[in-house]
């Protein structure tokens, strides 16, 4: 099956300052490509996704690239703030989803 | 949240004892899924169902089983809990393989088994 490795497992940043978590996947049947965040206590939400015949998507200040020759994707964010502080996984699907196992990110103000 | 609610949200087990965890979604999706997190895991796939009267095994299934008798329901039982199962177990669903959408999760339901 697909194994998705994430990285890195914690990230600081200062406020106003950019982030950057990285994903690799083994399948290249994999055609899609969720970034969720999770706030403590409640479940993981989308909030940003990519498909397999798109090389970069951007939502604001968040932004996805995708290298399908390479098998790795990345999520983006620029200006963070204290708020986005919060775990984030991706995810790639075949049929099933298979996840990373997450990057705490923290914004220090 | 999302469409998706999970019952019960809190719950505290004695090893041995057996409970049913309920997921309905108001979504019409035919994909419903459950997941368990634990502390530097991430996310694991438990059973998932692709569609009414089907279930199909995930990661992690042992200890575990699920019915899906209604397309709105997904339910996973845990028939004699282990304190292993000590979890947070999540819920979600999403339309089919071919629409590319992304799955919608529940808030969760925290299981400690003592």
């Known amino acids: 099956g697909e194994n998705v490795e994430q990285h890195p497992s914690t990230l600081s940043v200062q406020e106003g300052d950019s982030a950057v978590i990285k994903c690799t996947y083994s399948?290249?049947?994999?055609?899609?490509f969720p970034w969720y965040k999770q706030e403590l206590g409640k479940g993981p939400q989308l909030i940003i996704d990519?498909?397999?015949?798109?090389g970069e998507k951007k939502d604001q200040r968040i932004a996805v690239t995708l290298n399908k020759t390479a098998k790795h994707f990345s999520l983006h964010i620029t200006e963070t703030q204290p708020e986005d502080s919060a775990v984030y996984f991706c995810a790639a699907r075949e049929v099933q989803f298979y996840f990373g196992t997450g990057t705490s990110l923290t914004v220090i103000p | 949240n999302a469409g998706v609610t999970q019952t019960p949200k809190f719950r505290v087990l004695k090893t041995g004892q057996s409970m049913t965890l309920l997921c309905a979604q108001d979504?019409?999706?035919?994909?419903m899924y459950w997941y368990r997190q634990d502390p530097g895991m991430g996310l694991r796939l438990i059973h998932y169902s692709v569609g009414e009267g089907t279930t199909a095994k995930g990661e992690v299934p042992d200890g575990y089983n699920v019915s899906r008798l209604k397309k709105q329901n997904f339910l996973l039982g845990l028939e004699s809990a282990a304190p292993s199962q000590t979890s947070v177990y999540f819920c979600a669903h999403s339309p089919g393989v071919h629409s590319n959408q992304p799955q919608h999760f529940g808030d969760g339901t925290r299981l400690s088994i003592l």
């Open positions: 399948d290249s049947a994999s055609n899609y």
């Open positions: 990519i498909r397999s015949n798109v």
């Open positions: 979504m019409n999706h035919e994909y």
